[in-house]
């Protein structure tokens, strides 16, 4: 049988170019039939048979380049012409048709000739088919048309910016072909459209920032400012790029927000001070938002906020200053016990006011930043540490947290208003720096409250112990907590004693209730060695007993400036219930025995020093109620003066308290407190220097400051004075040579 007759190169492709015109005819709109089956395979068949002859036969070389030949001669015929006589938006849809109509193209005469994609172009390492012809449109139609494209894109970019409808989905076709021409790479789209996008953004802009920022008010701005963003994000969802869009939103940014922070948040009647003295909190919110968007854009905004409370909080401290000072002037001449101390509450409570008024703005408008946390510390820290009227905020704190759960307190709250408020004030107490001495104020309050039987409840007691011990640690309340347990443990011993008495039927002159403390939880009280009535002696020497057969190896002192007691005064118009302490007691008692006394008799008998004599006989004869009568008379005590019982006295009242003058106890609470804290800087001293060995000054000093403040700040003078002092005591020593060098002694 005869070998069969191979195809001629012209001959073949005559048959191909035929396909070819027909698929251009189709392409073109033309009136053609679609391909069917046979002249499919047909058209396949020749491909195959002229890519599988024998050499010099086989065509697969020939083929591979007229396949390019076809869509460059296409593209040059045809599509060039066509896209060259369009501008603008005309010009995007016959690029967008001729597009479709390429890839139409591609994919038929792709399969046409399907032989060469699987053996020629797989063995020679040669671009697929599909890629040729995309290759084809990028470097002659894309290369040609994409400058005008673009423009043509960008004109319709900023109609749309400017409020026009536009055909999103064209826009997102055309930028496809920006895209897909990158075959995988992002390069054409970044460096043909994404570039110039992003430069006229930002003159776009620019132009408008330049308008907003003389027309409108910071509010207005921001409310533009926010629409602009969130319209470029629809931009990018709509028809860019993903990839754009931290781009594009970055020009943004830079234009309407970081190139006019200073001018927005300082605008006179609308800037940031404004918005935070107004009460704007949706505005501030939106500030927060659209200037966490910029580098650092936050610190300013924090800036304002921290002045502003701070400015806020010394407002406060200012109006109650002026309303204590016109309290004093008013009270002039008048006995006053506790000027301002209403004035004094109100301003603790308005500064809780004020926490929660900002705490609550830096979680709702500041998204809870720790950079506006640390602005609302900072303003506290900034005012609460400032003297009010003459006293610290530790010493107000401990007056008010005094006066919380105290029976008959001036706060009429519930129990929950109690234990909320309790909470808040304890939190405000972690920008006072001065804790030792809200510490010891409140000892001392604590104290008072629980032997004078002032506390409304133990719970509420025990509820401030334990969100101190939270806010300061355990060290800060184990005295406190000490003197709680000591209250239940001393009424367990009263009843202990009532039972013992029954016991050994001993029957006392007067009902006697014995409190036993802890030396070391309680303040220091004076001691003194009172000469008892005779009423009292029998009760105390019972206890005595009691005592000392229940407890071994444990003294008692009697800490009588603690004690009250209750007499009945039989006066001539009525007999009086008194309540005194057991000092005025033990005064007035001296009246059953003597009709008359004189000042030098009163001391004699009690075994007081004068100071203590003076306050007791000056209670008792020339305050609210002149129980004896002072020959002669006047308000102040001297050594002359004559006692005796005023029989005329009476009151409305069938039971009153008679008040002690008060103590200065301001002055021993801060007496007290610098002697703790003397030994504090000492403890901390050594223990740096024993764990050092050696250190310089300066390192020394820092470290002492970081170990204390979180009690106290430390005075850089004091910590030098201590130092000295510990090297007199042989704690420490001077290096020879660098006086600025410490070393340890063991």
Known sequence: MADKKPIELEEGWASMQRGIDKLIRLLEGETESQFNAEQYM??????????????????????????????????????????????????????????????????????????????????????????VGLLCFRDQVYADVKRNARSAVLKLIEREREGELIDKMMLKNILDIFIEVGMGSMDHYERDFEEVLLNETASYYKRKAAEWINEDSCPEYMLKAEDCLRLEEERVDNYLHASTKPKLLREVESELLAKYEQDLLQKEHSGCAALLRDDKTEDLARMYRLFSRITRGLDPIADCFKEHVESEGMKLVKEVAEAVEAKKEKDAGKPSRDSGTSHEQQYVRQVIQLHDKYLSYVSTCFANSSLFHKALKEAFEGFCNKAVAGSTSAELMANFCDNLPKKGGSEKLSDEAIEETLEKVVKLLAYISDKD??????????????????????????????????QCGAQFTSKMEGMVTDLQLAREKQQNFDEWKQRKNKQLPIDLSVTVLTTGFWPTYKSMDLALPGEMVEGIEAFKEFYEAETKHRKLTWVYTQGTAVLKGNFDIKSLELVLSTLQAATLLLFNEAEELSYGEVQERLNLQEEDVTRLLHSLSCAKYQILAKEPAGRTISKNDKFKLNVKFTDRMKRIKVPLPPTDEKKKVIEDVDKDRRYAIDAAIVRTMKSRKVLQHQQLVLEVVQQLSRMFKPDFKLIKKRIEDLISRDYLERDKDNPQLFKYLA
């Open 437 to 470: 001495l809200f510490a010891e104020f409140y000892r001392k309050r604590l104290a008072r409250r629980l032997l004078q039987d002032k506390s409304a409840s133990d719970d509420h007691e025990r509820s401030i112990l334990t969100r101190l011990k939270q």
């Open 42 to 131: 047909m058209l396949y068949t020749t491909i195959y048979n002229m890519c599988t002859q024998k050499p010099p036969y086989d065509y697969s070389e020939h083929l591979y380049q007229r396949y390019r030949e076809a869509f460059n001669n296409y593209i040059n015929d045809k599509v060039l012409p066509a896209l060259r006589e369009h501008r603008d938006e005309v010009l995007l849809r016959e690029l967008l048709s001729r597009w479709n109509n390429h890839k139409v193209m591609v994919r038929w005469l792709s399969r046409f000739f399907n032989y060469l994609d699987r053996y020629y172009v797989l063995r020679h390492s040669l671009h697929p088919l599909k890629d």
